[in-house]
């Protein structure tokens, strides 16, 4: 019998996967983790190994997936650097930013960058792009239509702007802060699902 995680393939046997879990258990409960952010990193250990079998060193993965959670855009403002955060774990900061850009690259994370310049992680299965994702591919369906019985081309960027003031100002379910990155990651998202339904309506 094949076990699925997330329904994909799994690089490594569902036992390595186990395993790696309780090591992470074990690297989490060493340093003392709230246990909040422990599950969370935890289940970020087992998506990557999932995916990406398990790499040489471990305790850089765990490190890194512990980072990439406490840095969830609803943590800003959140000052902690990523050489401070390399220091509290005791780990090479170049270790911790080789596994933390290996997650995002991996797993599809969006980057948000705050004033100063510090990262945030989005996660593809987290709550925020998934709003994201559900008023933009509703929005796109509303202007799609609207253009195909007024026969004139829909203003996307008008829709992008309304989407992205809904997400930071109505719904408040990102900071305004990141006004500006999910301003590009909506853009790119109207495309891709305008394009979507161009060919469906066409028949490509």
């Known amino acids: 019998m094949v076990t699925h995680f997330d329904d994909e393939y799994l ?10 879990v309780r090591d992470a258990h074990e690297f989490f409960q060493e340093n003392k983790i709230d246990e909040r952010y422990e599950n969370m990193a935890l289940d970020l250990v087992r998506r990557f190994v999932s995916k990406e079998g398990v790499p040489r060193e471990v305790d850089p993965l765990f490190g890194a997936a512990l980072y990439t959670v406490t840095r969830h855009p609803w943590s800003h403002p959140n000052p902690l650097t990523k050489t401070e955060f390399a220091n509290k774990l005791r780990m090479k900061e170049s270790s911790l930013e080789w596994y933390t850009e290996s997650i995002v690259e991996k797993l599809g994370f969006e980057t948000l960058h705050d004033n100063a310049h510090l990262p945030f992680f989005m996660d593809p299965k987290g709550i925020i792009a998934s709003v994201v994702e559900s008023i933009v591919g509703a929005s796109v369906g509303e202007v799609v239509v609207r253009g195909i019985v007024t026969g004139s ?17 109505v719904v408040k379910i990102v900071p305004i802060v990141f006004e500006r990155d999910i301003h590009s990651i909506v853009r790119r998202k109207i495309e891709e699902e305008s394009r979507r339904l161009s060919d469906q309506i066409s028949g490509r």
């Not at 690089?11 to 790696?20: G, L, R």
């Not at 081309?153 to 100002?169: E, G, M, Q, T, W």
Request: one cysteine or more; charged letters at 20%.
């Open 11 to 20: 690089a490594v046997s569902p036992q390595v996967i186990v395993k790696v």
């Open 153 to 169: 081309p829909p203003s996307y960027s008008k829709l992008a702007d309304s989407i992205v003031d809904r997400l930071c100002n």
